[in-house]
């Protein structure tokens, strides 16, 4: 591929993400990435940090999260409307299984990537519970409900992972949901 091509960003996550699953996530470079998604090393540099960031793709889905929140309809409680921003996201996520897979192999093999995943939610829960603020949900409520929904969306997503059939992950944030419901019944 040619350096004018289109999409370097996205010809660059492919090629970090395929490296990363022959070869691990130590032993690529910026270099090897870059050379083969056609680009230099600088336009890697233009579109990332650092080699983790690729993986992670900024604050992106907390934004698209916390944006759904904000828009969701007032009737429903906090956490149910976390999970609808949740579920907001489904075309996505469902769109990019096998990528999301090959990711997820990747980051599980890696404690620093782990530690990264983590931090992510956290920066993810922490966007929903402002949102939530936005919506006029006063706390302690707003940090329970985006701690909670955030949990589930975990919970949700390996599932979803793991699941050999074809099922949307919207399906899979409904049975979390309902089996945290379950649990808090108790």
Not at 8 to 16: I, Q, W
Not at 68 to 74: K, N, Q, V
Not at 88 to 93: D, I, R
Request: glycine share 6%; charged share 35%.
């Amino acid at each position: 591929m040619g350096r004018w091509e289109p999409d370097a960003k996205g010809r660059l996550e492919r090629a970090a993400l395929e490296l990363y699953a022959e070869r691990g996530f130590d032993e690529t470079t910026v270099a090897e990435i870059a050379e083969r998604a056609g680009v230099t090393e600088r336009t890697f540099f233009r579109h990332f940090s650092d080699k983790r960031e690729v993986l992670f793709r900024g604050n992106e889905l907390a934004e698209r999260v916390a944006d759904a929140l904000r828009e969701a309809r007032g009737n429903l409680s906090p956490l149910d409307a976390v999970v609808a921003a949740f579920e907001s996201t489904a075309e996505f996520f469902d769109g990019r299984r096998a990528h999301s897979r090959t990711r997820q192999g990747v980051i599980d093999a890696h404690p620093a990537l782990r530690e990264r995943e983590l931090i992510k939610l956290a920066t993810m829960a922490e966007a929903v519970g402002q949102a939530l603020r936005d919506r006029g949900v006063s706390e302690p409520a707003a940090g329970l409900a985006a701690e909670a929904g955030t949990a589930v969306f975990k919970v949700a997503f390996e599932r979803w992972l793991d699941d050999p059939t074809d099922r949307s992950i919207a399906v899979h944030l409904q049975e979390a949901l309902a089996e945290l419901k379950s649990v808090t019944r108790g």
